[in-house]
């Protein structure tokens, strides 16, 4: 059986509609098991028997962090060491997302598994720690690390700058920091085939979809795509600007490109090129009708 913890999330939601349809035995949860007290985590898989436990539960407020370390520490550190013990004591083997905000950004190619981290700011440190606690509570462990995830249970950056388009003739997007843009459908993919895998490889691993994008070129895109399809009734200007002037109170990557050959070598997962994705991912708003979504 798999428990799903954190199914009410963008990638929870997901990851739940899929195995929901493919047949395979599965329990959710999400606010009402409280992963950072380890009594309610110990109750709850009190008379089941897990084989995998997927962590997609978080704190994810990059900004909001700063200023609610506690929380942070909370839902990143304590709950993942709680999961990762409960999978430890009872031999099941534990996923748990992780975020290419634990790299300092200074990189200039694809970065490794074995690179060293340097995370910058209270969400990135708390994700970072979430990390080496789960690897050392639980020895068949996965970490599966992401970046610039997107999907249709938002919110994300596809829907705000959708929103933005439709409200404004002109929107400034920073571009001299670059990542992988991700859909969520592709991650779900990587997952699955983690938990089908016959023989389970442990340790840390990366995933996003191919090549690399500043959030600028990434808004281009959506706006390209969303004219394309209808989505936006209008032409806007997107221009680009520096990080320098759109301050916020965490400092984000300037570079967190993720290889993945390890990956696609262990577990023979494909990596999608980031622009096809978005595209198929907007045409799935068009079909159904959804780009107001938030």
């Known amino acids: 059986m798999i428990w ?30 409280d992963i950072t007290d380890q009594a309610a985590v110990a109750d709850f898989a009190k008379g089941k028997r897990f084989d995998w ?48 905000y634990v790299f300092s950004g200074n990189a200039r190619e694809p970065l490794g598994e074995n690179d060293p981290v340097g995370p910058q700011g209270v969400y990135a440190r708390t994700k970072e720690r979430g990390e080496t606690a789960v690897l050392q509570a639980c020895r068949r462990a996965i970490i599966l690390r992401t970046s610039w ?44 085939a983690i938990i089908q895998s016959k023989e389970p490889r442990y340790g ?28 936006l009734e209008r032409d806007c200007v997107v221009r680009p600007i520096p990080a320098s002037n759109s301050p916020t109170r965490a400092l984000r990557p300037k570079y967190s490109v993720l290889s993945k050959d390890k990956i696609v070598s262990q577990y023979g997962v494909s990596i999608e090129p980031w622009e096809r994705s978005l595209g198929e991912f907007m045409k799935v708003l068009e079909s159904k009708d959804s780009g107001h979504n938030e």
């Not at 840390?204 to 394309?228: K, M, T, V």
């Open 4 to 33: 799903l913890v954190g199914q009410e999330g963008m990638l929870g939601q997901e990851l739940r509609e899929e195995l929901a349809s493919s047949g395979q035995e599965w329990l959710g949860s999400g606010r009402e098991v």
């Open 53 to 100: 436990i997927v962590n997609c539960a978080a704190y994810t407020d990059v900004d909001k962090a700063e200023t609610e370390s506690d929380l942070a520490e909370a839902s990143n550190v304590e709950g993942p060491r709680n999961l990762a013990r409960l999978a430890d004591s009872v031999g099941a083997k534990l996923i748990h997302m992780s975020t290419d």
């Open 149 to 192: 995830l997107y999907g249709k249970y938002g919110p994300n950056f596809v829907y705000t700058m959708l929103r933005l388009m439709r409200e404004k003739a002109e929107l400034r997007v920073v571009c001299d920091q670059r990542g992988s843009p991700t859909w969520t459908v592709n991650l779900v993919r990587a997952i699955l």
């Open 204 to 231: 840390i691993f990366h995933f996003s979809d191919g090549g690399e994008a500043s959030w600028y070129d990434f808004a281009l895109a959506i706006h390209r795509e969303g004219r394309l399809l209808g989505l």
